[in-house]
């Protein structure tokens, strides 16, 4: 084994995929691109950092919604341009050639081109102050199953992207997880 930089653990355990978070904020719609985030509990607390050096902050600390739209393989050069923009200064629906699509439990519009969209409402603010993580739960969650595009992309935290690949199923293996399957 070769010593690896504490600084850098957060390569090795990155949990999932890269997403674009939605929010609106006095009728301006938003995204930014988030590689920090978790699931907290099951079924539906995500974790999520963003701090106040994200234009995205301040709409999600005033209306307490947002939504997490999943971006595949195909969307990775869009997804690293939002990321490398400010809301403050473009409007990066019409930028990036993205459809706003209104929800329907929050006033932040989902990405039609994603493969998902996570709904949610922050639900804790207690560690905002301290690590700009917001605890938000997943109130509404769309899948489009007709997209033939479906692997995501990973952040390891060095300006590199991993793509999903080839399905393991050992559904018939993990007997102890048979309330998280289908």
């Known amino acids: 084994m070769k010593e690896f930089p504490v600084s850098k653990t957060y390569r090795l355990i990155e949990p999932g995929p890269v997403v674009l978070v939605t929010t609106l904020n006095e009728g301006r719609p938003n995204i930014m691109t ?69 929800g329907k439990k929050v006033k932040a519009p989902l990405i039609r081109e994603c493969l998902a969209n996570i709904e949610c409402k922050v639900v804790d603010t207690s560690l905002v102050d301290r690590y700009s993580l917001f605890i938000l739960e997943a109130v509404k969650a769309w899948t489009d199953p007709n997209r033939k595009e479906r692997r995501t992309l990973h952040h390891n935290g060095d300006g590199t992207l991993t793509v999903d690949g080839r399905v393991l199923n050992f559904q018939e293996k993990m007997v102890l997880w048979k309330q998280f399957q289908g």
């Open 34 to 102: 988030m590689g920090f985030h978790m699931m907290v509990q099951h079924p539906s607390l995500i974790g999520a950092v963003i701090g106040p050096w994200d234009y995205s902050y301040e709409a999600l600390s005033m209306t307490g919604e947002c939504v997490i739209a999943i971006p595949t393989v195909d969307l990775a050069a869009k997804m690293v341009d939002i990321g490398n923009c400010s809301g403050r200064e473009v409007n990066k629906f019409k930028e990036f050639g993205l459809t706003a699509v209104p």
